[in-house]
């Protein structure tokens, strides 16, 4: 079932003159007539397995074999399902439509390529809810891989998948709402029992995976290297993320969304994300060929991105996920975010490590931007959050963590033990200063409540804090408080180590009640039921007149 093609990745980026290193990317150049498999050497005969060769496919990197290739998937439907064989190739498509009961294989060296030009299926109409979300997640057929209303269907590598020819939502290119224009790699709606395993996605387009409205949704062992989200898991039940690497410079990497594109409310629910890493520090391609090529100054502007996040799309909610043995690196932080009404509740987080984080290492935001119908949505809530056993290095001077409600909307219930987090550190006694922006109803993000007037955690309208087993550090002396408390309601500290410059304080609380302290040297135990302006360990609690515990 192999034919002469190279098997490799690197030798397929030699030939494809994809270059691996962003600027290098350039047009696929097709394999030679002698290297492309004849129909003769399919597994015919194989009782369920469907080669994309015996229905007409060339795979030579010129011929479009979409055709063939959705003559293969319907083939193996009618036959009441089976396995559809990509031998060793460059198979140029627009538009596949995948069916229920039909895998495809991708084998060593067989790479589906996303051909440049306005022939992919049209955008479906989604009105009138498409004002609720931006244009990518308002349409699925407008795909290189699409499928809707499936059950039972699977992906399975470990060949490559190269979105060459898709949008990115923006320029240069071709704009993602133009007719024939596909702008996503991999897009699945209202689909059940759905497994993509063990390929790899290049430069996927405005998503290298969008899935709304999947239930039972497995994926595991993915290499996505990419120019906008990696994936987007949209109003999806019982989801598994396992064993994945994301390099996602320009946007998020692993993402999960609750927005009203299926016309309703819908939580994420019930998932799981456990041994993945996530990147925004690597030129495009260079993860995937193994060069491990930084981005430099000369490359333009570069988000940096790459992170785990919840929203912002958040309409249904998102409710008992778990995170656990995630690496980031050279990105943005975790970001828990409900704008448009969702309830974000019954979260763990645990065990993850940080390196070189561009903004807060850990984004905690309940919002009211309210996208979506006006009779309807309300502010959500964000409530029962357990984050422990993180180990940040380098941070961003400008951005502390941020956990913030609005006024009004409080987050509830945080725990928040073993961390240790070091910033960057120089920041001034005027920065100490500042006055963070309530940015109640607009895009929410780090940038647009930062920077902060502590490098360590800054927290705002929030009820019911737990911080223990917390060490917090700078690079470079910082005239700032390591941590601000403003509006807080029960916040419990023990074992809080914070290294900060002569005269600065650790802890500054600003309207704050029902507040302890206990076994945080210089810090005195202490129990503060209630203060409009005190700063720890200046003002001791003992000095203000405050009893121990």
């Known amino acids: 079932m192999s034919a002469s093609h190279p098997d490799s990745r690197r030798d397929f980026f030699r030939l494809a003159g994809a270059g691996v290193t962003g600027a290098a990317l350039g047009a696929v150049a097709a394999a030679t007539p002698a290297q492309a498999q004849p129909a003769s050497d399919s597994p ?22 979409s055709p063939a290739i959705n003559k293969a998937i319907d083939a193996a439907a009618a036959a009441g399902g089976g396995t559809v064989l990509f031998p060793s190739g460059i198979y140029a498509c627009y538009s596949i439509r995948l069916k229920s009961n039909v895998e495809l294989s991708l084998e060593h060296g067989a790479t589906i390529l996303a051909a440049e030009g306005a022939q992919y299926d049209a955008a479906e109409p989604n009105t009138p809810y498409f004002m609720y979300q931006d244009y990518g997640h308002n349409h699925w057929h407008n795909s290189l891989i699409w499928g809707e209303d499936l059950h039972d269907i699977s992906i399975t590598g470990p060949g490559l998948i190269y979105g060459k020819g898709l949008s990115k939502g923006y320029g240069p290119g071709p704009r993602a709402e133009d007719p024939g224009v ?123 991105t790459g992170r785990i996040k919840f929203g912002t799309e958040s309409n249904g909610g998102f409710l008992n996920i778990a995170i656990s043995n995630c690496v980031f690196e050279g990105c943005q932080g975790l970001a828990l975010e409900t704008v448009d009404g969702a309830h974000l509740e019954d979260v763990s987080i645990t065990n993850i490590t940080m390196r070189d984080i561009v903004s807060a290492p850990i984004f905690l935001r309940l919002g009211a931007r309210l996208r979506g119908p006006k009779e309807t949505t309300q502010p959500g809530v964000l409530r029962r959050v357990l984050i422990s056993n993180i180990v940040c290095w380098n941070t961003a001077s400008r951005f502390s963590s941020i956990l913030s409600g609005i006024p009004g909307h409080r987050i509830e219930d945080v725990s928040l033990h073993d961390i240790m987090i070091v910033a960057e550190g120089g920041g001034t006694a005027e920065q100490a200063a500042i006055q963070v922006p309530e940015g109640i109803a607009g895009y929410p993000g780090p940038g647009r409540l930062g920077p902060t007037p ?57 309207d704050v009640s029902e507040f302890e302290i206990r076994y945080s040297h210089p810090i005195q135990d202490a129990r503060v039921p209630k203060t409009s302006n005190l700063a720890l360990p200046n003002g001791t609690p003992a000095e203000a007149g405050y009893p121990r515990p």
């Not at 223990?468 to 807080?488: C, F, H």
């Open 44 to 65: 015919s005969g194989c009782f369920g397995i469907f080669s994309v060769r015996e229905f007409g496919a060339v795979g030579d990197g010129r011929t479009i074999d």
């Open 182 to 304: 596909g702008n996503k790699s991999i897009s699945l709606r209202n689909c059940r029992n759905v497994l993509l395993r063990d390929f790899t996605i290049l430069q996927g387009g405005w998503f290298g995976i969008l899935a709304t409205g999947v239930d039972n949704f497995t994926i595991d062992n993915l290499l996505i290297d990419t120019n906008r989200d990696g994936m987007d898991i949209d109003c999806c039940r019982n989801v598994r993320i396992t064993n994945t690497t994301v390099n996602s410079p320009w946007d998020d990497g692993i993402v999960l969304k609750s927005s009203y594109a299926l016309g309703y409310p819908q939580p994420t629910e019930n998932v799981t994300i456990s041994n993945c890493y996530v990147s925004g520090t690597w030129q495009l391609g260079s993860v995937i060929d193994g060069s491990w090529k930084k981005f430099h100054p000369a490359d333009g502007h570069v988000y940096r």
């Open 454 to 510: 502590c490098w360590g955690f800054f927290v705002r309208h929030l009820d019911g804090l737990s911080m223990s087993n917390i060490q917090l550090k700078t690079e470079k002396p910082d005239a700032r408080p390591a941590i601000v408390l403003d509006d807080v309601n029960g916040a419990e500290f023990f074992r809080l180590q914070a290294s900060v410059s002569a005269g600065t304080p650790i802890l500054a609380l600003r």
